[in-house]
């Protein structure tokens, strides 16, 4: 069964730091993976895209203060997303997102991905 499940969210403080994880399980030949969030009343937005040769795209709202990394086994693809200096305005629910395609650091501004995990919150309080 196909399964992607983010986890790390929670509640920081204006210039902490956090770091979300997400595992897919059940799916081969994930090739992209990416970091999405959506605020209330906002549009989700993309945040980080990781090709699986290691090329990375970030949103410039999180440049210089994010980190994206992807693991792989034979059985799982583990995401993780360090952030620091967090601020209010980064409070959302983040989601991890996967797909097959090679076509991929475009998809941070598109935010089509196959598969989607549930969402994990994270609030940043002032």
């Known amino acids: 069964e196909a399964q992607v499940v983010a986890s790390g969210g929670g509640s920081v403080s204006d210039g902490g730091s956090l770091r979300l994880s997400c595992v897919a399980s059940?799916?081969?030949?994930?090739?992209?993976m990416g970091w999405f969030r959506q605020s209330p009343g906002k549009e989700r937005e993309g945040v980080a895209v990781?090709?699986?040769?290691?090329?990375?795209?970030?949103a410039e709202s999180v440049k210089g203060r994010a980190v994206i990394s992807r693991d792989q086994d034979n059985a799982e693809d583990t995401l993780y997303l360090q952030m620091s200096g967090l601020r209010p305005e980064d409070t959302a629910t983040y989601y991890c997102?996967?797909?097959?395609?090679?076509?991929?650091?475009?998809?941070?501004?598109?935010?089509?991905?196959?598969?989607w995990g549930e969402g994990t919150q994270v609030t940043i309080s002032s």
């Open positions: 997102a996967a797909d097959h395609s090679l076509i991929c650091l475009g998809r941070l501004r598109t935010g089509v991905m196959t598969y």
């Open positions: 059940g799916i081969n030949n994930l090739r992209c």
């Open positions: 990781i090709h699986l040769n290691g090329s990375t795209t970030y």
